[in-house]
Structure formats: structure tokens, C-alpha cells
């Protein structure tokens, strides 16, 4: 069996706050609350991988990636610009409104109110 990322946890001042922020621009769905006491909240970004958002103190933010196909990195986009998010082609400027990354033909970032950054890569 290959190795693959089952979940992890996402750091949050709030994890309901982080989660529908997440889930919404992603266009991903929330399952309902997970664990003994349900401190997680879990999304569903694909078959084998769930982002839990937990509540901490003094959340540190962390860097999550994420490669997505044209369709889905626009949908993401329209979503972003309908919202009034801030979103960049750097994780030095998430918020230039730019999608030209350095890996990829198109790219952005976009941080979420604990300092989570998460980066949208699309090949075409």
C-alpha cells in the first residue's frame, strides 16, 4: 500500500471561523464535528485526505499547498474576488490580486485570520 496523508491538524483561533473560511473558498465540504469531545472540525478536500481545524492558543499559522485543475483554480478565484479576499502570486504578497506564480502558470495565495497561508496551484 503507498503512503498517504490520512489528515492533519490545522492550527486556528477559532476552528469553526477557519474551517467554513477554508471549506468556502475552496469549495469543500465541512463534516460535522470529529473527536472525543468534537473539538475538531473536519473538511474534506479529497478520497484520502481531511483537514481538521482545532482550536489553540496563540495559533501559529501553517503553510498548506494544494494542486487543482484550471476549472477548480477558478472556481477558487471567482470565489476569492467575490468575497473580497486578499489573495497574491507570493507568500511575501498575498494580497497584489496577482495569479502569475513561479512554479506554475497560474498560482495564488491566500491567508486565513490564524495566519494559515494556503497556496492554489494550477498547471494550465
Known amino acids: 500500500m503507498p503512503v498517504t496523508l490520512n489528515h492533519t491538524i490545522v492550527p486556528a483561533a ?3 471561523e477557519a474551517a467554513r473560511f477554508f471549506a468556502s473558498v475552496m469549495g469543500l465540504p465541512e463534516l460535522p464535528p470529529a473527536g472525543r469531545r468534537g473539538h475538531f472540525l473536519p473538511v474534506r478536500v479529497n478520497e484520502t485526505l481531511t483537514l481538521d481545524f482545532m482550536t489553540v492558543p496563540d495559533a501559529e499559522g501553517h503553510h ?12 477558487i478565484l471567482t470565489r476569492l ?11 511575501t504578497a498575498p494580497d497584489n490580486r496577482r495569479t502569475d506564480h513561479p512554479l506554475c502558470p497560474r498560482g495564488l495565495f491566500f ?5 494559515n497561508l ?6 494550465e
Open 118 to 123: 494556503y497556496e492554489v496551484m494550477s498547471a
Open 81 to 91: 474576488q467575490a468575497a473580497d479576499i486578499p489573495y497574491g502570486n507570493s507568500p
Open 64 to 75: 498548506l499547498a494544494f494542486d487543482v485543475d484550471p476549472d477548480t483554480f477558478d472556481a
Open 14 to 16: 477559532d476552528h469553526r
Open 111 to 115: 491567508r486565513d485570520a490564524s495566519h
